[in-house]
Each structure stands twice: as C-alpha cells, then as structure tokens.
C-alpha cells in the first residue's frame, strides 16, 4: 500500500508551478492545457480517495467541453454518474493548489476530515476528448490513481456523458447497462428503435439529419453509433475533426452564442433540420434556414418545451399521478418560461448556472426535465416514477392506451442518459419524439417565439469580484453595478440583463432580452460597458455589434 511519503516522491514528475492557483468551477477545472500535468495527477489521487470513501467506482474525464482547443480541463464523475459533490469540490481546490511541500499533509487532512479508510480498494475509470494535450493528461491521471495504489480503466476517447454513463454502470451493477462503450449504443438504439417503431420509415430527406461534431469526439462517436440505428435516422455528420479545429467557428457553443450557422453548415438546404454539438458532446442545439434565408435556434428551452410536452401528454395516458417539473438557469428565454409555466402549466424552478445545480433540483420530482439554454440538460426519472411506469407497462389488465404510454415511457427513459446531459442520447430523444409526433423542425419551433437576446463576454482583470445571487440574475459586488443594469433594462420594452463571471472561461457574461434583437444589442453592448467601467475591464471597450 503507497503511502503519503511515497506519493509526495512521485508527484515529482507532475510538478506544480509555484503560486500557480485554479479554481473548481462550474464543470472542473479549466485551464490552458500547459498548466494542467499537476491538476490531472492530483485528480487522479482525489478520485482515489473519492472511491475509497463511497466504496464505489469514479469517473475522470479529461476535457475542456466547449472552451478553445488550447484549453483543458477536468470533470470528476460520481458514484451514480452526477458531478462531483460539493464538499469534494473543495478538497479538489485545496490539492490543486498545495505548494509541493505541503501536498501531503493536504491529503492526510482530507482523510481525517472524510474518515477514509486507505485499505479498501479503488476504482477509476477515465476517459478523454480529441484535444492534443488530452492524451499527456490522462496519463498524468493515471500516475495519479497508481500512486495510491487504485486499480483503473482507461476508457480512451469517449465522450463526457458516455463517461458518466460507464460510472453508473459499474456502480449499478450494470443494471442500468453494460459498462462498454457498444453497451451504450444497443442501449440508446435499442429504445429508440421501440420508441419508433410504429412510426412509418420518412422519406429520406426527413430522416437525414445534419449533425456539427464541433470537431470533436461527438462526431467520432455518431459516426460509430450510425449503423446501430438501422437506417431510421440518416446522419450527416459535418466537422468531424479530419480538416478543422475543435470548437473553432462551430459547435453548439458557437451556434447558439453567435445565432449563426457553423462553419462547414453554411451551405444548409432551406428547412433542413440540423443541430451541434459542442466539444465533448453534452450540449446540443438545433436550428434551421427559413425561405428568407432568416436562422433559427431551437436551445435548450426549446429542447425542454418537446420533451416536456411529449412526457405530459404520456403521463396524462397513463393516468399515474407523477408530478412533472422543468428545471432552468437565469439563461432561459423568457417566452419559454412563460409557455411552459402558463400555457402547459408546468412549473419551472430556476437555480444557478451549472447542470449540477439543476441536476440536484431535478432530483426532487417524479420526473423533472432540466435544460440550460444552451443545451446541456437531460430527463431525471425518481425511482418510484419509473417502478410505476414499468409495472403499469407489464399490467395486461388495464386499458390498452395506458399501457402504451407506460411502454413508450419506459422506452424514454432508457433512451436519455439519466446520468448528465448528453447530446448523443438527446439527438436520439428529439428525433423520436419528432417521429412520433409527425412535427417537422419549423411546427416544433412555432410552439412558441423566443423574445431576441444577446451574450456576450467582457474580459476583465479579476472576474471573481463579481458576486452575483438570486440563481446569478443579481450583482451585489462591486457597489453599484446592479443599480447602473436595473437603470438600463428600464430603458426598453419587455427586458432583462444580468451579469456573471463564468466558471469555464476568464470572463464575464452578459445577457439581455429585449422586445427587439436591436434592442437587446444595444442592452447587452450598454451593461457590458458598464461591466468593464466597475469592475475592472481589460483590453479595449467593448463595441457595440450588429
Ligand atoms: C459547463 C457546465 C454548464 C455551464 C457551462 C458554462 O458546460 O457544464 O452547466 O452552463 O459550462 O458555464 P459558465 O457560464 O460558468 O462558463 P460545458 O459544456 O463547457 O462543460
């Protein structure tokens, strides 16, 4: 069994730069990748203690999601495939950020603190997205599980939420599937296929799909799912990596910050329907051309507002009493909180940005569908919600139409990937639901008209001087920044902004909704202005863009 002493030697190899200090954000830690060997090799002792103390096995994915490919970063994965827990994500900023003397006695005190027993065995299993530096990094990874003595799977090239997926599955006893890469595509397939299977093979042009990969693993992997799903759905599959730059000028960051088509999409048919991944496949977001060569974006809240309707109606077939609740961020679009809340009267609970938070909050209902707007979210389903949805399946005696919608639910729920946001199993559950609906792109998108917004990022010496409550729509540092916003958004109809630093980037995000794209332009240009006057901007003043 390695000791502490032992692992303060070998730590020698993944050396922290002196002074150097990251912090836990929204997802892990991001970072230019060159300043990550010490971070990843510290994770990989982390994840060891983290199994040790669950008594169960964890995830480690090398990535940097949608950031440049410059970037990386880290996501630790828990027992049920959720982000790590909070009280971790302290331990994980202490160990990141002990001077080398001092990486020890950081480690004996998270052990005291947890009472971890260093006997029981360990577990991890890791995997990597497309970046040049991820390679190097997941090594240092495994350095690190090795130098407490943790056993591990190296899982390779993997995207984020297969990831998640495999956690759970070793820790479910591969109940909730099989713990291998092809276990996952005959799990998705293989539901949606029977969510599918009443409805007619489309012609061709309505089964085709085009799919932005970002140029990363989520092109890779659709490429590798594709012969799975038995010509239902035909993929194209652009930016898959061989000639562009992950992230750059494309995938689902690009697509939903610029409201633009990516590269390698510009030349799109009218109506046809795509969607984009973002650099690890978590996100996705739809979007099509219109006659007037006029771009749509269906976000995450539309993504939501589908699935939602398509849960609510089966839920009402089945006439099982399960209460349903969607889960948002400060980033929902207005118009789709007031459609899911006064139309479909459904309620919506909004809570800080990061899927983790509308992870947990989704937690508390039957069935609670969480999404940010852009478009990272996925369908939760309590234990009690899906035992009645089976046995009500299983229940020859009741009426034929309740145990349909019972079937296609237990369907839905092996389709979406329960354990995080995943653009694979979500491209799946949209495409389903659009089947069965008979809905084309544009019926979807009429469900309800977006109220034009505006993000943008300001750059500024210290982000963490913004302090932010009320779930991130309000500043309460530095002395009036939120004054200076409330006077803005009076000037125009039907608005809104707020202001956050960012947990994946060094910036601070800007939103505004207005009644007009003019307006919420200007109103996103005038507050990052005020943004970079008190607190602190960086380089030249923001301009205004059209
Ligand atoms: C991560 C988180 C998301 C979050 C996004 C942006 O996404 O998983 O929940 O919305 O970062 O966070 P922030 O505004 O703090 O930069 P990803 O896809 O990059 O892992």
């Not at 203690?49 to 880290?74: C, F, Q, W, Y």
């Not at 139309?343 to 909050?361: A, D, F, R, S």
């Amino acid at each position: 069994m390695a000791c502490f002493h032992e692992v303060a030697l070998v730590s020698g190899r993944h050396p922290k730069p002196v002074g150097l200090v990251l912090q836990y954000g929204t997802a892990g830690f991001r970072a230019r990748a060159e300043q990550l060997d010490h971070v990843m090799y510290r994770m990989g002792l982390l994840a060891v203690l983290r199994s040790k103390k669950t008594k169960s096995t964890i995830g480690v994915m090398v990535t940097a999601s949608h950031n440049p490919e410059e970037d990386n970063g880290v996501k630790l994965v828990d027992p049920l495939g959720e982000m790590l827990a909070p009280a971790w994500e302290a331990y994980a900023t202490q160990l990141a950020n002990a001077e080398e003397q001092d990486l020890k006695s950081v480690l004996t005190s998270i052990l005291d603190n947890e009472s971890v027993n260093l006997q029981k065995v360990a577990r991890v299993v890791l995997g990597r997205d497309t970046r040049p530096s991820s390679l190097n990094l997941a090594q240092a990874v495994i350095d690190g599980v090795s130098a407490l003595d943790g056993t591990y799977q190296d899982y390779g090239l993997v995207s984020t939420p297969q990831l998640h997926y495999m956690v759970c599955c070793w820790n479910t006893m591969e109940h909730y599937g099989t713990a291998t890469v092809e276990g996952y595509y005959q799990k998705l397939s293989q539901a949606f296929l029977a969510m599918t299977k009443q409805t007619p093979y489309h012609p061709e042009e309505l089964r085709q799909l085009n799919v932005d990969g970002a140029n990363g693993i989520g092109a890779l992997k659709l490429q590798e799912l594709e012969p799975y799903l038995e010509k239902k759905l035909q993929l194209k599959v652009h930016n898959n990596g061989v000639n562009g730059k992950l992230n750059y000028l494309c995938g689902a960051d690009f697509v939903k910050v610029q409201q633009k088509l990516p590269h390698g999409l510009l030349h799109i048919k009218t109506n046809e329907r795509s969607c984009s991944f973002d650099g690890d496949a978590d996100r996705i977001v739809y979007y099509y051309i219109d006659e007037s060569g006029c771009f749509h974006l269906l976000d995450g809240d539309k993504i939501a507002t589908l699935i939602t309707i398509f849960l609510q109606e089966l839920l009402v077939k089945t006439d099982l009493d399960l209460q349903i609740a969607v889960i948002q961020t400060a980033y929902a679009n207005g118009s789709s909180t007031r459609y899911i809340t006064e139309v479909m009267k459904v309620p919506v609970h909004c809570v800080n940005t990061g899927v983790k938070y509308l992870h947990h909050k989704a937690q508390e209902f039957d069935v609670g569908v969480y999404f940010e707007a852009n478009g990272h979210g996925t369908v939760l389903f309590s234990k009690t919600a899906e035992n009645k949805i089976r046995q009500l399946a299983q229940d020859n005696n009741q009426l034929v139409e309740r145990i349909n919608a019972a079937k296609m639910l237990e369907n839905t729920i092996d389709l979406i990937n329960q354990t995080v946001g995943d653009a694979i199993s979500d491209l799946l559950t949209i495409e389903a639901i659009l089947s069965i609906k008979g809905f084309t792109i544009q019926q979807w998108d009429s469900i309800y008209t977006d109220l034009p917004n505006r993000q943008l990022k300001v750059k500024v010496s210290d982000r963490q001087i913004i302090v932010t409550v009320d779930a991130g729509k309000r500043v309460v540092s530095p002395a009036g920044l939120q004054q200076n916003i409330d006077a803005l958004v009076k000037k125009y109809n039907l608005s809104r902004a707020f202001v956050r630093p960012s947990g994946t980037e060094d910036v601070v995000r800007i939103y505004a909704e207005a009644e007009t794209q003019s307006n919420a332009d200007t109103l996103a240009h005038e507050v990052s202005l005020v943004v970079y006057k008190l607190a602190g901007g960086v380089g030249e003043e923001p301009k205004l863009l059209h």
